[in-house]
């Protein structure tokens, strides 16, 4: 399974623009790009999903260089409701996704 | 609502004990999985099933079982309960698009108390 390496913490503030790089230099070929948030005693709620390049959507952009040995999630104008835990994750349809520490993000007033 | 129902939400038992949790997916998911988040730690993973077969094992101590049934819901089986096994335990369903394991749904989590 690829491990994925992210920032423990991370602190900004609200309209700020927040970049979580993540690093997973044993990704295979088959492995998708996968974020998550959490919020307390909630479940993780899928945030976006990459194979190569860029991909966005409605709430964050994907960042995957070349060698997709790293990924960066990038979330436009951060609010106080985005508080919460990031989790990186890399995976294929033949292997479970298994999240590590994940990202705590504390955006401040 | 993410479409995957977790019962029950809250229980409180004791040491020794054995308790079975459940889990729905959503409509036309063939896989569930199953996750263990301790106060403030991460997911661990403990098990998958993909349409009725044990996929994928994780961490899952001994003490603990799965299934999935023909209906494709899901129980977890705790079982000789111990303090350490208090917890949150999420089930999240996938439809497993072919090479790309697709988006997971968790449900809301069954908080389970061990005292």
């Known amino acids: 399974l690829a491990k994925t390496t992210q920032p423990i913490s991370m602190d900004s503030y609200e309209g700020q623009e927040v970049n979580i790089t993540c690093s997973h230099n044993?990704?295979?070929?088959?492995?998708?790009i996968t974020w998550y948030q959490q919020f307390p005693s909630q479940g993780p709620r899928f945030i976006i999903q990459g194979y190569k390049t860029k991909v966005t959507n409605e709430v964050a952009s994907l960042f995957i260089p070349a060698d997709r040995k790293s990924s960066t999630l990038s979330l436009p104008r951060v609010s106080l409701s985005d508080t919460a835990v990031y989790y990186c994750l890399v995976g294929s349809g033949n292997t479970p996704l298994v999240f590590g520490k994940g990202t705590r993000l504390s955006v401040i007033a | 609502d993410s479409g995957v129902t977790q019962t029950p939400k809250h229980l409180i038992t004791a040491t020794g004990q054995r308790v079975t949790l459940r889990c729905s997916p959503r409509?036309?998911?063939?896989?569930v999985y199953w996750y263990q988040q301790s106060l403030d730690q991460g997911l661990q993973f403990l098990i998958q099933y993909y349409n009725g077969e044990e996929r994928a094992k994780g961490n899952i101590l001994e003490r603990f079982s799965a299934q999935q049934f023909p209906d494709l819901h899901s129980e977890l089986n705790l079982s000789s309960l111990e303090l350490g096994d208090s917890a949150l335990y999420f089930c999240?369903?996938?439809?497993?698009?072919?090479?790309?394991?697709?988006?997971?749904?968790f449900g809301e989590g069954s908080r389970l108390t061990v005292l």
């Open positions: 999240a369903s996938s439809v497993e698009r072919g090479r790309n394991t697709g988006e997971l749904f």
């Open positions: 044993n990704i295979a070929t088959n492995d998708y």
């Open positions: 409509s036309g998911d063939l896989s």
